[in-house]
């Protein structure tokens, strides 16, 4: 049967036998009603037995009715206590009521020994001293028993007896981890804390919480648990309560930073081409890299990729990403849309006309696959790609449907074209392309949104262009995502 018991069983009925080892039965009670609500056979046997809940309820009876009554026999409010306690089967009770009516009794006969001595007063005057005398002897007898009785018991409690009157004294609450002198400022990883300390008092700790939920502790106060944390602040109430009700409490603040995002970029650029050389992809590539460099990105930068070169980056790119959840990707250089499919044209590619280019380019979704494969939050594309393509004047269509075709975004993702749909873009009369002199202009700025900062790119270009260029996105972004967030 034992070997059908699951770990939690297991470890419950186990804490348990280790409480009782101890003579802790207080706790040992409460790891066995844990186990046996969990189905642990002996668990369910042992509570059945002992009756445990009955035991602690007489202890804490026999305790109350003794600080009433401070180690004497007497005492209306220690009496009824004793005696639930007594009915409960509690030993102590009963010994502590059988001492009560011996003094009861003792006192009652030293009464009736005085009452008799009045009576033979009136009677007879020489019977004065010997009643007198006996009256004073059973009372001093009396008394005399009293005193070591009350000595007896009262070692045998001393304990209980040093702090049932006179303990107004708060529980000591010691915080071990998190340790305070190395601070509490939480890493972004730490998403659970470990909460370890001490709760210590004169009497005995009846009850450690954490945040109003009771948690386990051992005979000497220690106790420990596991926080989850939120992100931000985090308050934690310690709290100790004693056997007397007196209570103390501790609060230590903990911070959660926020998730940072990892990224990570791949940035290629095209220029030395067969058909067709441009000046300003390289340019792009080195500005935009060291750009997003100071934005946080690793960034993996290759010039002049042949065919195969692309393909196996992007690959390495996509492998790479899974340890990352923020992805770029930026590409300068010739591209251009076949049958609706956008591709990037590598330096080594021969167009002589449309059919080559599925066998020569790399398909632009392939990146948007990788991403999609890796998991990452946000994804990011920009393609500084439409610049008028050389190999299209070769083409039967004669440059119609010049420019990249527009692509559905996948979810957290944004894409950026250096023009719209269909258009052309300029490769730029400066040391960068039109398009990327506008992005690296205000990529940088702080705290604005990336849709932000794409509205200011295109404001700029279309200013420059007098209106021939027109930047376009499509963004299926879920949050809100900063470039440069300070």
């Not at 890493?187 to 210590?200: M, Q, R």
């Not at 948007?368 to 083409?395: H, Q, Y």
């Amino acid at each position: 049967m034992v070997s059908l018991l699951n770990n939690e069983q297991k470890k419950y009925y186990k804490m348990a036998l280790n409480a009782l080892s101890r003579d802790d039965y207080y706790n040992a009670t409460q790891y066995m009603q844990k186990a046996s609500k969990l189905g642990h056979p002996d668990a369910i046997e042992w509570i059945s037995k002992e009756k445990p809940i009955e035991k602690i309820e007489s202890e804490r009876l026999y305790k109350l009715g003794l600080s009433y009554s401070d180690g004497n026999y007497v005492g209306s409010l220690a009496l009824p206590k004793m005696r639930e306690a007594a009915k409960l089967g509690n030993a102590k009770a009963k010994e502590w009521l059988q001492k009560y009516e011996a003094e009861k009794l003792g006192r009652s006969n030293s009464k009736g020994l005085l009452k008799r001595y009045k009576a033979e007063d009136s009677n007879s005057v020489n019977s004065l001293p010997v009643g007198l005398v006996l009256a004073l002897i059973l009372m001093i007898l009396s008394f005399t028993l009293y005193g070591p009785i009350k000595k007896v018991y009262n070692k045998k409690d001393d304990s209980i007896q040093k702090t049932s009157e006179f303990d107004k004294k708060p529980p000591e609450i010691i915080i071990i981890e998190p340790n305070l002198s190395r601070g509490i400022k939480r890493k972004n990883a730490d998403n659970v804390i470990l909460i370890k300390g001490i709760a210590k008092d004169e009497s005995r700790i009846d009850k450690v919480s954490i945040n109003e939920k009771e948690i386990g502790f051992s005979d000497n106060g220690n106790f420990e648990t596991k926080i989850a944390l939120v992100k931000g602040e985090n308050s934690i109430l310690i709290r100790a309560i004693d056997i007397k009700s007196n209570s103390a409490e501790k609060t230590i603040t903990i911070f959660r930073e926020p998730d940072i995002d990892k990224r990570l970029a791949l940035v290629i650029s095209n220029s030395n081409y067969i058909n067709g050389r441009l000046k300003n992809p390289v340019n792009d590539a080195n500005d935009m890299s060291a750009m997003l460099e100071n934005l946080g990105f690793s960034v993996m930068k290759f010039i002049n990729c042949n065919q195969k070169t692309m393909k196996k980056v992007i690959d390495e790119f996509g492998i790479k990403l899974k340890d990352y959840n923020v992805a770029m990707f930026f590409y300068a250089g010739h591209g251009v849309q076949v049958s609706g499919n956008n591709y990037l044209i590598p330096v080594d590619a021969k167009l002589d006309n449309e059919n080559d280019v599925e066998y020569d380019c790399v398909r632009a979704d392939r990146i948007l696959a990788k991403m999609e494969n890796a998991g990452s939050k946000t994804n990011i594309v920009i393609l500084d790609a439409c610049r008028d393509n050389p190999f299209e004047r070769s083409w039967r269509r004669g440059g119609k449907g010049s420019g990249l075709a527009f692509m559905n975004a996948p979810s957290g993702s944004f894409i950026a074209y250096a023009t719209s749909p269909g258009n052309t873009a300029s490769d730029g009369s400066g040391k960068n392309g039109l398009y990327t002199s506008a992005l690296l202009k205000y990529i940088n700025m702080p705290n604005i949104k990336i849709e932000e900062v794409f509205k200011k790119v295109r404001g700029t270009v279309i200013e420059k262009s007098n209106s021939r260029q027109i930047p376009w996105e499509s963004t299926s972004l879920i949050g809100d995502f900063y470039l440069n967030k300070q």
